[in-house]
Every structure is written in C-alpha cells, then in structure tokens.
C-alpha cells in the first residue's frame, strides 16, 4: 500500500485537504516564438557552424 491509500483509508478528511493543496497548477504564460531571421536566411549554406563535432546553427538578426 502507498501512503496515498494509507490516508484515504485511515483519514479521508486529510486525503482531501492534501489532494485539494496538490490539484493547484501554476499557470505560465505562454511565449511566443521569436524567429531571428527569415527562412531562406536560415537554411542557407554558411547557417551552420562546427563546434566541436555538432552543428550548431548561427544567430541571425
């Protein structure tokens, strides 16, 4: 048994003031998606740079 089914069958009363604090969801504001550049700027062949063994693709704008 967890301690979940413990509480609910022990105390029903804690069960629900724990499970009414833990339903709480902390909104977040969305982002917007903030491109750098233009898509043909993005995919154009000097876009990319080696670091290390990865490519990483460069920062426009």
């Not at 898509?39 to 154009?44: F, G, I, S, Y």
């Amino acid at each position: 048994m967890t301690i979940g089914e413990i509480i609910r069958y022990k105390d029903i009363n804690t069960y629900r003031k724990l499970t009414k604090m833990c339903s709480k969801k902390i909104d977040k504001p969305k982002k917007e998606i903030e491109l750098g550049d233009t898509v043909e700027n993005l995919m154009q062949h000097d876009s990319y740079r080696r670091e290390g063994r990865r490519l990483k693709q460069t920062k426009w704008g």
